[in-house]
């Protein structure tokens, strides 16, 4: 409990101890989901996979109903 209150203290700046332990406490925030959204790919590739997806449906829904109505 007593580690907490000091990193929290050492992150808000309320301390004049700058360490806590073995090294020191730097937040990674800052980009990461924008670098996570660049790894997934780009929303003109999310579209037309959703497109692709869409059309085969509509071809297999056809075919079911097609072979339905001619047997």
Same mark, same amino acid.
């Given at each position: 409990?007593?580690?907490?209150?000091? /990193?929290? /203290?050492?992150?808000? %700046?309320?301390?004049? +101890? +700058?360490?806590?332990?073995?090294?020191?406490?730097?937040?990674?925030?800052?980009?990461?989901? /924008?670098?996570?959204?660049?790894?997934? %790919?780009?929303?003109?590739?999310?579209? +037309? +996979?959703?497109?692709? /997806?869409?059309?085969? #449906?509509?071809?297999?829904?056809?075919?079911?109903?097609?072979?339905? #109505?001619?047997?």
């Amino acid at each position: 409990m007593k580690e907490r209150e000091e /990193r929290i /203290r050492s992150e808000l %700046g309320l301390s004049e +101890k +700058k360490e806590w332990g073995d090294t020191n406490y730097r937040p990674n925030i800052r980009g990461q989901f /924008r670098r996570s959204m660049k790894a997934s %790919g780009t929303a003109g590739d999310a579209r +037309k +996979k959703s497109a692709i /997806r869409l059309i085969l #449906l509509v071809v297999i829904l056809s075919m079911i109903f097609y072979l339905l #109505l001619k047997f």
